[in-house]
């Protein structure tokens, strides 16, 4: 699977962006998706997951109520939507994939990445 975010990019506080994933390969709909984010002199962390039929899905609790994370296996696609952003929102964002999952939030359960997308909040 290849994957391929998109849809950063500079945004005031407060403001939105919709973050896209296009995945490779026939079998998107079997993969468990997330999004994790790594800010300067900071660790990759966990955003959000969702399962492979978008009936489940999982948030930090930085970004709860605020990000959403949606599927549309027709079009290879994971997105995350993302609102009332913050300034501490800001970071580059990957997108990534895996067939097996324990939790869905850690990093070393994921078999493939995005290149990520960078996303600025201005105050």
């Known amino acids: 699977v290849q994957l391929q975010a998109s849809g950063g990019g500079l945004v005031q506080a407060g403001g939105s962006l919709r973050l896209s994933c296009a995945a490779s390969g026939r079998t998107f709909s079997s993969y468990f998706m997330g999004w994790f984010r790594q800010a300067p002199g900071k660790e990759r962390e966990f955003v959000a997951a969702?399962?492979?039929?978008?009936?489940?899905?999982y948030y930090a609790d930085s970004v709860k109520g605020r990000f959403t994370i949606s599927r549309d296996n027709g079009k290879n696609t994971v997105y995350l939507q993302m609102n009332s952003l913050k300034p501490e929102d800001t970071a580059v964002y990957y997108c990534a994939a895996t067939r097996t999952v324990t939790t869905g939030r850690l990093l070393n359960e994921y078999e493939y990445w995005g290149q990520g997308t960078l996303v600025t909040v201005s105050s």
């Open positions: 969702i399962r492979w039929n978008g009936g489940s899905t």
